[in-house]
């Protein structure tokens, strides 16, 4: 069973990097195929995709997000890491680490979310 | 980047009747080699995850009850309840996965009448 989950900081101060880890279970992000994302959903507002990454290390951002946002994997496949600098209120919001149907491109399982507040 | 117009913002449907969503992107989605367009389908229920209902812009995810489909093709897609259930009531959002970003849609809020 493929399960995701998202852990990191409930709150950090304007101007930190918001750093989150993705904890994969039940597939590796080291097998050939294999795709995860990040998306975003401020309170109230839409979601808003920020980042994938590949089994092979193959990166894409955000357009207006990707001098600020780098996202990672760990040498075992089995976290997913996304780093946010220069932290602002406007980024508050409910960050959710998706997986990506291998081959497809949709995304099918999506962990619960973890909630970060941006406030000094 | 590929800017995804749904409508209407919000919706308010009887119970039993049909609810129809539409979604508009920017470029087209649809992918030459395989005829495919990249648009999926969301729901989401408050303080939940989104739940994915439809990929390839008409296939049903598993699970997924008949009364969900999706149409449409290119730029023009639609999303249809056919009898609208209580259980119904959520945030339905489209997402073109076809190149990143992979932008959403703003949502519709669907409510009962």
């Known amino acids: 069973q493929v399960t995701l989950k998202e852990s990191g900081p409930a709150l950090v101060k304007p101007t930190q990097t918001l750093t989150l880890t993705c904890t994969l279970s039940?597939?590796?992000?080291?097998?050939?195929?294999?795709?995860m994302s990040w998306i975003r959903q401020p309170p109230g507002k839409a979601l808003e995709w920020l980042a994938r990454?590949?089994?092979?290390?193959?990166?894409f951002y955000n357009t207006s997000l990707k001098t600020r946002l780098t996202i990672s994997k760990d040498t075992s496949g089995n976290q997913v890491v996304l780093t946010l600098t220069n932290m602002d209120p406007v980024d508050t919001a409910t960050y959710y680490c998706?997986?990506?149907?291998?081959?497809?491109?949709?995304?099918?399982?999506w962990g619960k979310g973890i909630t970060v507040t941006v406030s000094s | 980047d590929i800017v995804m117009t749904q409508s209407p913002d919000s919706l308010a449907v009887s119970l039993g009747e049909r609810a129809t969503i539409n979604c508009k992107s920017s470029?087209?989605?649809?992918?030459?080699?395989?005829?495919?367009?990249?648009l999926a389908w969301y729901q989401q229920k408050p303080r939940q995850p989104p739940k994915l209902l439809i990929y390839?812009?008409?296939t049903r995810e598993a699970g997924v009850p008949d009364r969900f489909s999706g149409s449409g093709s290119g730029t023009d897609f639609t999303f249809t309840i056919s009898s609208l259930q209580a259980e119904d009531v959520a945030l339905y959002y489209c997402?073109?996965?076809?190149?990143?970003?992979?932008?959403f849609g703003q949502g519709t809020k669907l409510e009962i009448k």
């Open positions: 998706v997986r990506i149907r291998p081959t497809y491109y949709y995304m099918d399982v």
């Open positions: 470029q087209s989605v649809l992918y030459s080699p395989d005829n495919k367009s990249y």
């Open positions: 039940g597939f590796s992000l080291s097998t050939s195929g294999e795709r």
């Open positions: 990454i590949d089994w092979n290390e193959d990166k």
């Open positions: 390839w812009a008409s």
């Open positions: 997402q073109q996965y076809y190149r990143p970003p992979y932008n």
